[in-house]
């Protein structure tokens, strides 16, 4: 008998359809609302999953009836929220599990403030956990949080804790660290030392003398190449607690914005292949290479390779430092101290930060580049405007700008005209807020920060995010932020009410957008059939909670391919 491939392929279509009306779903879930963050943002009451990804969303009638069978596990919600899986698209996953777990932690996001002495205990308190030969390291310290305002560490400071021991200490923004004098000994900078290339700074007093501090990450690797290493045991289970510990709050994909920062690229590249090779990842990573580490002609790692839980995607430039720790490349001077005259400086020319780039981007990669000031993202959007010269769909590229701080109106048009898609550190309005209105920054350029009721505006995409180690990775305080822009204060300003979002939208900047913004949208961020069963469990929905209280909400579970993440 000889069949016609349209009748055929009609035949197996009907076969196939009929298998699936049979029921042979591994999960239903039902009995709580379902948020889906499709086009039309519905919710939903039950959902399917088979194979690790989702076959049916809809009724609970209509889903049951055509996919449940005798081995279909039924969970019932019992009233909590299943929504997508949260996407972070900007963390260091390396250097926070370095930080948070083989340092000192000395970050403080509560009131009240530290103080110069707080801190020094603390130090001296850690003196005793440090090894023979080994260094007293530590992050947090951030002056902008520290009483009384802009009190920083210097040499003469850490050497009053120790003169024996070499103390390291970076800034929490991590654009800024500090010494004591052993330190620099065994680094070998001295006073006639200078800058490193790359915008490092060691700063120097109006004698030329050093005092302790250092500026950009590139002024550090003196330090770092001194210190001991940590193990390949204790640098993977740190990766591992950090990790899980991202998964605790709902997260399910990240962006790791720094492969190459600390170590080579292969290397840390080969960190993420070995633990991905042994089933060792618990969320999906999307690696941005660290492009001040790759010579031009790198080519070891090729755009977009990998698989669904880790591929290579993006080459990251810094252009500037940090905005509470006045080191962001700004037009006009900082408000502090009074009467500066201080506006940052850009970390590379116009032509060199370009001429590094393009090479990466002509091969594919997709480009990220942090840009804090309002100087260094004019840099950035002229670059990229010379990057898309004659691309008919610029929006392809899905070009990035980290953190967007200090901005203009005109800025945010031509980066949505350009398909730019930022990513704000969204808790620069809670926990520096205050110090940027009423010191760093005055009440007119701090209104703007981070402007995503512009872009929503202005019909742009972006997404929100934690920058960890600066700040602490939790998608739902997110929401809260971005959505009330409460400053941490007793007083609770709302900086720059115009840049309020709706609850639905901040949700977007954590699932779908932030998933479009690092080229997974088809596969992750909204529950529709045929995307990854990434999701996450709450206790209630978002979007039926006082804004105020949804960084309290408590996250149940978190689910990838269809199985529940152990955070243990």
């Not at 800024?176 to 790359?198: C, E, H, S, V, W």
């Not at 580490?293 to 995607?313: C, M, T």
């Not at 500066?340 to 780039?357: A, H, P, V």
Request: a neutral charge.
């Amino acid at each position: 008998m000889k069949f016609s491939l349209k009748l055929l392929s009609a035949l197996l279509m009907t076969q196939s359809a009929l298998v699936f009306a049979q029921g042979n779903a591994d999960t239903i879930f039902y009995g709580g609302p379902i948020v889906t963050v499709n086009q039309k943002n519905e919710e939903v009451e039950a959902l399917a999953v088979q194979n690790g990804k989702i076959v049916a969303v809809g009724s609970k009638q209509s889903v049951v009836k055509d996919w449940q069978s005798d081995k279909t596990k039924l969970v019932d919600l019992k009233g909590q929220a299943l929504m997508p899986g949260f996407v972070e698209p900007h963390v260091h996953i390396i250097v926070t599990s370095m930080f948070e777990n083989l340092w000192l932690n000395l970050s403080n996001f509560t009131l009240p403030y530290d103080t110069l002495e707080t801190i020094s205990e603390k130090l001296k308190a850690e003196l005793k956990n440090v090894p023979p030969g080994g260094w007293l390291t530590g992050f947090g310290v951030d002056p902008s949080r520290t009483s009384p305002f802009m009190a920083e560490l210097t040499s003469d400071i850490l050497d009053k804790v120790s003169t024996e021991v070499p103390i390291f200490i970076v800034n929490q923004s991590g654009h800024i660290a500090y010494a004591n004098r052993k330190a620099f000994a065994l680094a070998g900078i001295t006073d006639q030392t200078p800058n490193p290339a790359g915008g490092g700074i060691y700063v120097k007093d109006a004698q030329g003398k050093l005092t302790g501090k250092l500026v950009e990450p590139p002024s550090y690797l003196a330090f770092t190449a001194k210190m001991p290493v940590p193990s390949e045991a204790q640098l993977l289970g740190a990766m591992q607690k950090t990790m899980k510990k991202m998964a605790s709050t709902g997260v399910t994909t990240v962006s790791e914005m720094s492969v190459g920062a600390n170590f080579s690229v292969d290397q840390e590249a080969g960190i993420y292949k070995a633990l991905a090779a042994k089933s060792m990842l618990p969320i999906r990573i999307r690696g941005y290479l660290w492009g001040e580490a790759l010579p031009v002609e790198y080519s070891n790692i090729k755009p977009n390779e990998g698989d669904d839980r880790l591929r290579f995607i993006g080459v990251k430039y810094i252009s500037d430092g940090s905005t509470q720790g006045l080191t962001a490349a700004l037009h006009n001077s900082y408000d502090y101290p009074k009467g500066s005259k201080f506006s940052g400086d850009l970390d590379f020319s116009d032509e060199k930060i370009f001429n590094l780039m393009k090479p990466f981007f002509d091969q594919g990669w997709q480009i990220s580049i942090h840009s804090n000031g309002d100087k260094a993202i004019d840099q950035t959007l002229n670059n990229y405007s010379k990057l898309l010269a004659g691309n008919p769909r610029p929006q392809d590229r899905r070009l990035r700008i980290e953190h967007f701080t200090v901005n203009t109106e005109a800025q945010v048009k031509k980066a949505v005209s350009l398909g730019v898609v930022p990513s704000f550190t969204i808790g620069h309005v809670h926990y520096w807020g205050d110090a940027f209105n009423d010191q760093i920054l005055g009440p007119k350029r701090a209104e703007r920060i981070d402007p995503t009721g512009d872009f929503k505006r202005a019909g742009g995409r972006f997404s929100l995010h934690s920058d960890t180690p600066v700040s602490n990775v939790g998608p739902l305080n997110y929401i809260t932020e971005s959505v009330t822009r409460l400053t941490q204060s007793p007083l609770m300003k709302v900086l720059g009410p115009e840049q309020r979002i709706s609850v639905d939208d901040a949700i977007r900047g954590i699932t779908i957008d932030a998933a479009y913004q690092i080229m997974l949208d088809d596969k992750v961020g909204s529950l529709e059939v045929g995307k990854l069963a990434d999701f996450v469990i709450l206790e209630q929905n978002p979007r039926q909670t006082d804004p105020l209280k949804i960084r309290h909400i408590k996250v149940k579970e978190t689910w990838i391919d269809g199985k529940p993440v152990s955070i243990q």
